[in-house]
Nanobody, 120 residues
Framework: QVQLVESGGGLVQPGGSLRLSCAASGSIFSINALGWYRQAPGKQRELVARIISGGSTNYGDSVKGRITISRDNAKNMVYLQMNSLKAEDTAVYYC??????????????WGQGTQVTVSS
């Protein structure tokens, strides 16, 4: 079994910052990619940022320049530093990981989501 647990969401004022964390645990052989997605009410889930095992990153167009993804391979963690937050960043943020388990099975895993609300 593999689990992803997010933390760090909350209420922040426009222009503020938040740092989300996601910890992967369980029967992990390797983590091939880590990412963050978000879903606002009435909208489809969209990519926020993604980082692959080699360190390459890609970002959603709406967050470029304001958000940075990073990972700690030793701790099986991924972080999302969000700056200059806007009301339209309000959403549930989900951690995603492409993981190969100790049984050598590769699949996508999702966290339970953490709410980010940007409001004055």
């Amino acid at each position: 079994q593999v689990q992803l647990v997010e933390s760090g969401g909350g209420l922040v004022q426009p222009g503020g910052s938040l740092r989300l964390s996601c910890a992967a645990s369980g029967s992990i052989f390797s983590i091939n990619a880590l990412g963050w997605y978000r879903q606002a009410p009435g909208k489809q889930r969209e990519l926020v940022a993604r980082i692959i095992s080699g360190g390459s990153t890609n970002y959603g167009d709406s967050v470029k320049g304001r958000i940075t993804i990073s990972r700690d391979n030793a701790k099986n963690m991924v972080y999302l530093q969000m700056n200059s937050l806007k009301a339209e960043d309000t959403a549930v943020y989900y951690c995603n990981a492409l993981i190969t388990t100790t049984a050598r099975i590769s699949r996508n895993y999702w966290g339970q989501g953490t709410q980010v609300t940007v409001s004055s």
